[in-house]
């Protein structure tokens, strides 16, 4: 049985889980659980980001664009699924008329989310060696970017999303004075 539900009932509850998240940082009792509770928010706040994108856009196309176009849309959103980089550089091209600045602004923080969650998701590693005693390690990974996050990563985390939807609301030619309405009504979140 298919669950049907509105489009931004999803993405209203993926921007819930990214605030519990954000508040689990900020109230977590020790550096590591703060460190734990960020590294989820990175992480979510660059799948929020996405999941917006597939679900706005998909409305979007359905409601402006011709049959060629939904069933071109369609396809990026089918197997083998376009990477995300290639919708930010697309899909507002193509849909709206207009690029998103990766380069400056919104578009570059969400760009700097996605490279900071691939720090800690992918991890650098290198063919060091470390011996201890009899024991020795060989090839060594680099945790910097995961052990010096903190509530200030999962509160920029959030704000980035909020950001970067925003700025597609200002690219699909929203005025400034709806775009809080916009979000309010996409994410849930009343600023």
């Known amino acids: 049985m298919t669950l049907l539900v509105s489009p931004t009932h999803v993405i209203w509850e993926y921007f819930s889980s990214l605030q519990q998240l954000v508040a689990a940082a900020n109230e977590a009792r020790n550096r590591e659980l703060r460190r734990q509770a960020a590294a989820l928010a990175v992480i979510m706040g660059v799948t929020v980001g996405e999941v917006f994108l597939n679900v706005w856009f998909r409305v979007r196309v359905e409601e402006i664009h011709d049959k060629a176009e939904r069933n071109a849309f369609l396809k990026d959103l089918s197997p083998p699924f376009k990477s995300l980089e290639r919708k930010l ?7 709206l008329g207009k690029e998103l600045d990766l380069q400056s602004g919104p578009g570059r923080a969400f760009t700097d989310l ?40 999962a509160r920029a985390a959030f704000e980035t999303i909020q950001a970067f939807v925003a700025e597609i609301f200002r690219l699909a030619g929203v005025s400034p004075k709806e775009i809080p ?9 009343v600023n």
Do not use: M
Request: proline share 2%; charged share 25%; aromatic share 14%.
């Open 89 to 95: 550089q697309d899909w507002p091209k193509q849909y």
């Open 114 to 153: 996605k490279d900071l969650r691939n720090s800690i998701v992918h991890f650098k590693s290198t063919h060091e060696t470390i011996t201890y005693d009899n024991v020795s390690i060989h090839g060594l990974a680099d945790f910097t970017s995961y052990d010096a996050l903190n509530y200030e990563s």
């Open 181 to 189: 309405h916009e979000l309010r009504t996409w994410t849930g979140i």
